[in-house]
């Protein structure tokens, strides 16, 4: 089937660790986001990438990394310099092009404790 | 820049009665507008979407939305819910000069019996 993979689905770290969050996708879709959900303030964007080796800063990049070397995979580093990493994290890509909407994986619930 | 508001954060309804989910925003280029549904736990699923034409877009499971440029709305409607649409509502926005999307806060839609 195809789809976006995010794995995994939960994911419990120690403070100070680093993290990398998977999410794969078999869409043959160019663009590919990463976005952080906390209760009462939606979505937010982490990083997004238009194109393989390319990727843009959102609006809370800080504590964060991405790469992009493939086209199906745009994994999330979740840095120690992350002062609050505890939240789901949510994936999507789309064709990359006018109007085209997001297709978003079920998301990854990281607990740093 | 551009923004999403989403004027209610919680809408309480009794099954079978009407309901609209209020969506703003905020940009200096024309934008293309989605709205978008999350179970509990899980990623988001696209409801409608409004790329240009008729400003009364009809979606899946009911819903139905209209855009106003003027006051630049994008508000959510369903002439009858159900429990089943117990759910989370985004209203998002992707400026048509960049790839970015940009979501609102989201809106609790809690229907009772």
């Known amino acids: 089937d195809g789809g976006i993979t995010q794995s995994p689905k939960y994911l419990f770290r120690k403070e100070g660790q680093n993290v990398t969050l998977s999410c794969e996708q078999n869409l043959n879709h160019d663009a590919m986001y990463w976005y952080r959900q906390d209760p009462g303030q939606g979505l937010r964007l982490i990083y997004y990438?238009?194109?393989?080796?390319?990727?843009q800063k959102g609006d809370i990049a800080e504590g964060y990394s991405v790469s992009r070397e493939k086209k199906e995979s745009f994994p999330l580093t979740v840095t120690s310099a992350q002062k609050n990493p505890t939240a789901f994290y949510l994936c999507?890509?789309?064709?990359?092009?006018?109007?085209?909407?997001?297709?978003f994986g079920q998301g990854t619930r990281l607990t740093v404790v | 820049a551009q923004s999403v508001t989403q004027l209610d954060s919680q809408v309480p309804v009794f099954e079978e009665a009407p309901v609209e989910l209020r969506c703003n925003y905020s940009s200096s280029v024309s934008v293309y507008l989605f709205w978008y549904v999350q179970y509990p736990n899980q990623g988001l699923q696209l409801l409608l979407k409004?790329?240009?034409?008729?400003?009364l877009v009809k979606g899946i499971n009911g819903f139905e939305a209209e855009f106003n440029k003027s006051q630049t709305s994008f508000h959510l409607r369903k002439p009858s819910v159900h429990i089943s649409d117990t759910a989370e509502y985004f209203c998002?926005?992707?400026?048509?000069?960049?790839?970015?999307?940009?979501f609102g806060q989201g809106t609790t839609l809690q229907v009772k019996p």
């Open positions: 998002a926005v992707r400026p048509q000069n960049t790839g970015k999307l940009i």
């Open positions: 999507a890509s789309s064709i990359s092009g006018k109007g085209t909407e997001a297709f």
């Open positions: 990438s238009q194109i393989v080796n390319d990727f």
């Open positions: 409004y790329l240009s034409g008729s400003t």
